[in-house]
Nanobody
Framework: QVQLVESGGGLVQPGGSLRLSCAAS????????MGWYRQTPGKERELVAR???????NYADSVKGRFTISRDNAKNTVYLQMNSLKPEDTGVYYC???????????????WGQGTQVTVSS
């Protein structure tokens, strides 16, 4: 009843840029945080960037100054602009939304299907 659809991943050379998008749809009452996580083989999923409905953001230290998260509350969409990409940014990027569904009283985490980002020459 809730879908998070990601787009924008791909292959890029070191130093290049990519923009990820994630749109949430379905029986949504309200969304608290939206963010991006990434996972590489053998490692746990880690936070990349996150933003609240009020615009408060936080970033992993490894991406500060290079990545920018933004959000369109009217469209239930979150974006991740990634600049100066490095090979170590390679991974599967997952969109996350902590939201409340219509007819419920609690907030729960929902995840997108993941989009591959590969930084390589």
């Amino acid at each position: 009843q809730v879908q998070l659809v990601e787009s924008g991943g791909g292959l890029v050379q070191p130093g290049g840029s990519l923009r990820l998008s994630c749109a949430a749809s379905g029986s949504i009452f309200s969304i608290n945080t939206m963010g991006w996580y990434r996972q590489t083989p053998g490692k746990e999923r880690e936070l990349v960037a996150r933003t609240t409905s009020g615009g408060i953001t936080n970033y992993a230290d490894s991406v500060k100054g290079r990545f920018t998260i933004s959000r369109d509350n009217a469209k239930n969409t979150v974006y991740l602009q990634m600049n100066s990409l490095k090979p170590e940014d390679t991974g599967v990027y997952y969109c996350n939304a902590r939201l409340r569904m219509i007819g419920t009283f609690g907030y729960n985490d929902y995840w997108g299907q993941g989009t591959q980002v590969t930084v390589s020459s």
